[in-house]
């Protein structure tokens, strides 16, 4: 079907502008993911006793459900459920369009992984400081959000740009709502093509390239967040 | 704020009264029915083996650990009876200073001293940094402001604790072995601070090893053993040569080791 150059440029350029979507999928599932690790990890170590089991349950749940079931669930269950009320509203075929099914279902996933990831960073630090906020008349909430919190955002800043290229992965199963994104372009235009392999290459290179960037950003971000004369001589 | 004059005045209520207070953790009874009182301007030490409930008791004291039994009066005000949403209003009054200075890592000297003003006091930032500045002055660090706490010695790091402390205008410090995470060289400067503390009228309870330092500068010695206190007095009393007491006998051994 693609036989002149132009065309195959044009084929390629529609799976390169995937990128976007891709990339906003991602940074708007780590944003909720971000939303929704922080506060569970603080209140897995700080919170209430009474909270702990519930909280506990959710990051079972979605660390347990494989990411398929979880998009079907949000599109076709939860989505569908929740769209009811709002029909006939302009704004709401976007709002609960397959990419932001995708999004929930990503971030709600990442947000369980991220939680264990500051939930680590915060055990991590010395609780001396914990009680030291204390002593100064910090509530816990205050002693958390001002002392704990920044120093453990930038402990998981490593694990965090691994969490980053596993969700950019996971990120190509939400093909299957029919998410604009790399994947799904490059699966019609390969099969309508015939070229199956130039352009699963190019998906794999538009990958490859937005997890490069996205690593090299993070390690930029921990070097300008440092803090002077810590962790000095350690990777 | 007390001034000097005020020290040992026998006027009635004492500034910070421990009443009978007893803890238990993991089926262990680490303080036993302890009570002891401070008045404005004085300085008590607190000695004893480690275990024997020093730290628990200042932990308790400033009410960071709450105590199964017994209250803590400050100014006449109960800590329990402030309840569990008013008790950081108590603890702002309280000044704590830790073995290991529990300095915020990711805030310079400043910043250290500032935030809780900022935070708790809620005072604009000018005026906190202004404060905390005032206060690095005081214990000698006016230069070092800029600095975090990786990049200070341990005796810096200590100093910026005990400004970050004052900084809250606390009635009472309490000094956790300040100096016992210190090399040698370093703990002059740290006891130099606290000294001029206690000149200045600051009322404090004191852990220390430093048995020379708190024979000079404090009236009464509490021991504290197996979560009681079992002795008390002057250091001529409790520390003389030849004296039968526990204390004593502690304290020549603390010598023996450290040759102070």
């Known amino acids: ?235 | 704020m007390a001034g000097p004059m005020a020290r040992g005045a026998p006027d009635g209520a004492p500034l910070l009264e421990v009443r009978g207070i007893s803890k238990s953790m993991g089926g262990k009874l680490l303080l036993d029915d302890v009570s002891l009182s401070l008045s404005r301007g004085e300085l008590k030490v607190l000695i004893g083996p480690s275990g024997g409930g020093k730290s628990t008791l200042l932990q308790c004291v400033h009410f960071l650990t709450i105590p199964d039994k017994g209250d803590v009066l400050l100014d006449g005000e109960s800590a329990r009876e402030m309840g569990k949403r008013n008790i950081c209003l108590f603890r702002q009054e309280i000044g704590m200073i830790f073995q290991d200075f529990n300095l915020f890592d990711h805030l310079t000297a400043r910043d250290n001293v500032a935030v809780a003003l900022r935070r708790v006091k809620r005072l604009r930032k000018a005026e906190a940094h202004g404060r905390a500045l005032a206060e690095l002055e005081r214990v000698g660090l006016g230069d070092k402001a800029g600095l975090y706490p990786a990049q200070l010695s341990g005796g810096q790091k200590q100093r910026v604790s005990i400004a970050r402390a004052l900084a809250m205008d606390p009635k009472v410090m309490l000094l956790d072995e300040p100096t016992s995470a210190l090399d040698p060289e370093l703990i002059g400067e740290v006891l130099n601070v606290i000294q001029s503390l206690y000149e200045g009228g600051m009322t404090m309870l004191m852990v220390t090893h430093q048995v020379g330092f708190a024979r000079h500068i404090t009236k009464e010695i509490l021991f504290m053993e197996d979560g009681r206190i079992t002795e008390r007095g002057s250091p001529e009393d409790l520390l003389a040569e030849g004296s039968l007491s526990r204390a004593g006998a502690f304290c020549s051994k603390l010598s023996e080791v450290t040759g102070r």
Do not use: H
């Open chain 1, 1 to 235: 079907m693609i036989d002149d150059f132009p065309q195959f440029l044009v084929s390629a350029l529609y799976i390169v502008r995937g990128t976007g979507w891709t990339a906003a999928l991602i940074l708007g599932a780590m944003s909720l993911g971000l939303l929704v690790g922080m506060p569970l990890a603080a209140l897995q170590v700080y919170g209430p006793k009474p909270l702990r089991a519930p909280l506990a349950a959710y990051v079972w749940f979605f660390r347990g459900v494989p990411i398929l079931v979880l998009l079907y669930l949000v599109y076709f269950g939860l989505f569908t459920y929740a769209q009811g009320p709002f029909e006939g509203f302009s704004w709401a075929r976007s709002a609960f369009s397959p990419f932001s099914a995708s999004l929930v279902a990503l971030g709600l996933t990442s947000g369980a992984y991220q939680s264990q990831i500051f939930r680590g960073a915060i055990l991590s630090l010395p609780e001396g400081q914990y009680r030291a906020a204390m002593a100064l008349g910090f509530t816990r909430f205050g002693a958390v959000t001002r002392i704990v919190l920044p120093q453990a955002a930038r402990l998981s800043i490593p694990a965090w740009s691994n969490e980053y290229s596993i969700l950019l992965k996971d990120s190509a199963i939400a093909y299957v709502l029919g998410t604009s994104e790399i994947m799904n372009r490059a699966r019609s235009i390969a099969f309508l093509s015939n070229r199956i392999l130039t352009f699963f290459l190019l998906a794999g290179i538009l990958y490859l390239l937005l997890t490069w960037l996205g690593v090299r950003a993070l390690r930029a971000l921990e070097r300008r967040l440092a803090i002077p004369g810590l962790g000095q001589g350690e990777a």
